[in-house]
């Protein structure tokens, strides 16, 4: 069984990450509604559970977490049962899905069959290995819950909303505060917070627009 120095995140580049979101939603998520409903894809599509526990987030500072034996995802119970963090949970949920399209052979390796086990393993992972690991779970679940086509077109009904309220002058004055500003609009189709609306833009290269 390898350890934890044998550990090295597998390098995926960014082009790559996305077409496993994109493979992923053409499979899971035919007809492009949004936002996602990834817990019906992730219990009725994929055949997985998804497990309330209590305490999750206030004993391991988690909120989510694949199960190790790669048959579901664990979820904080208070979390999970508050509709306002019904966002987060959505983000959540597509993390760990990244973890299971992106990560599968690490949770094999290593063989660690519990939550401590695992706590134990990401604790003493280098901050450079555990950026990697995680970077890559968040690419994974930005692509799949914004994919990029559907960003741009509401990008583009905001822009227009601006010019028709005059307000074009603010895109070249402070294109970070306009951008902060249209995010919390923008994010409401996709069911995530302004956060990871901001991000898709920024990495999609959609802002500031041309």
Known sequence: MLTISDFKCPYIDKKEIWK???????????????PIDIEKVIEDDLGMYIEPEHDL????????????DLTGV????ARYMDERFANRLRFSLAHELGHFF??????????????NGW?????????????????????FAGRALVPKEALATELKKCLVLLKDNGLENLLVQDPSMTL?????????????????IERRIEREDLWPPR
């Open 20 to 34: 496993v979101a994109e493979r992923f939603r053409e499979k899971y998520c035919k007809g492009n509604e949004l």
């Open 57 to 68: 987030l206030s004993e391991y500072d988690i909120d989510a977490y694949l199960r190790f």
């Open 74 to 77: 664990v979820v904080d119970y």
């Open 102 to 115: 992106l990560h599968q052979d690490t949770y094999k390796k290593f063989g660690i069959t519990d939550l």
């Open 119 to 139: 706590k134990s393993f990401m604790d003493r992972l280098s901050e450079r290995q555990y950026s990697f690991f995680e970077f890559q779970a968040n690419e």
């Open 180 to 196: 902060n500003h249209i995010s919390t609009a923008l994010c409401k189709p996709f069911g995530v917070s302004h956060y990871v």
